[in-house]
């Protein structure tokens, strides 16, 4: 079993729905991390989370350090939202190593 | 935008052949790594280092060597590529401070096909 996994792994959506993605760690971190890729394209990242939660323009995340579970939401959708959203969790005692899931698959359709 | 390079972007090369990928970067970061990004199994780590000439395995490092002789770069060495290394490779670089939260910055990549 993966340390990070990530639910749904393939989500198409219609531009302006709400969508909702899922990461699920299993040890203990000091942090959370959502990185974004398009197409094609490089690796940013969107939001590094400790505790509660964060919000960047359409974008929020959020964390349940007791559950062990992180979300990323998209509000009001659009086709520029279409990418794969990677979760990486940071260990406490960690080598400055991430663990990542393996990815959700964003489609928005106009 | 930690300004880190990757070339080639692109490369073709034959089972057999040695390659070498360079990663620069101009950020003066202390950690540096590599990653092969493969359908289905998401980014997996082949090599890092954390400082100069300091440098340890990751999940995947069989076929693989690196080299770290300047801050600036980091190379990753395929002594003889073989077409299970066909992959897109990811450089990436990170702070060695606590409070980063092991936050790392990603090059371009390369998409390296081996025939």
């Known amino acids: 079993k993966n340390e990070v996994e990530q639910s749904p792994q393939n989500l198409t959506a219609q531009e302006g729905e709400f969508i909702t993605i899922n990461c699920s760690y299993s040890?203990?971190?000091?942090?959370l991390h959502w990185l974004q890729q398009h197409p094609g394209g490089g690796i940013v990242s969107l939001f590094m989370?400790?505790?509660g939660k964060k919000k960047h323009g359409r974008l929020i995340a959020t964390i349940n350090i007791q559950e062990k579970h992180s979300s990323l939401h998209i509000t009001a959708s659009h086709p520029r939202d279409s990418a794969v959203y990677i979760c990486?969790?940071?260990?406490?005692?960690?080598?400055?190593?991430?663990?990542f899931g393996k990815g959700n698959q964003v489609v928005v359709i106009p | 935008d930690a300004g880190i390079t990757q070339s080639p972007r692109h490369k073709v090369t034959e089972t057999g052949t040695p390659v070498t990928l360079r990663c620069h970067q101009t950020?003066?970061?202390?950690?540096m790594y590599w990653y092969r990004q493969d359908p289905g199994h998401g980014l997996r780590l082949i090599h890092y280092?954390?400082?100069?000439?300091?440098?340890d395995k990751g999940e995947v490092s069989d076929g693989y060597s690196v080299s770290r002789s300047k801050t600036e770069d980091f190379l990753l060495t395929l002594e003889s590529a073989t077409s299970s290394q066909t992959s897109v490779y990811f450089c990436?670089?990170?702070?060695?401070?606590?409070?980063?939260?092991?936050?790392?910055?990603f090059g371009p990549g390369t998409r390296l096909t081996v025939l």
């Open positions: 990486a969790s940071a260990k406490y005692y960690g080598n400055n190593r991430l663990a």
């Open positions: 040890v203990g971190i000091s942090a």
């Open positions: 989370l400790s505790s």
């Open positions: 950020e003066n970061h202390r950690y």
């Open positions: 280092s954390y400082g100069v000439k300091d440098t």
């Open positions: 990436a670089t990170g702070l060695a401070l606590q409070s980063s939260y092991n936050e790392q910055f």
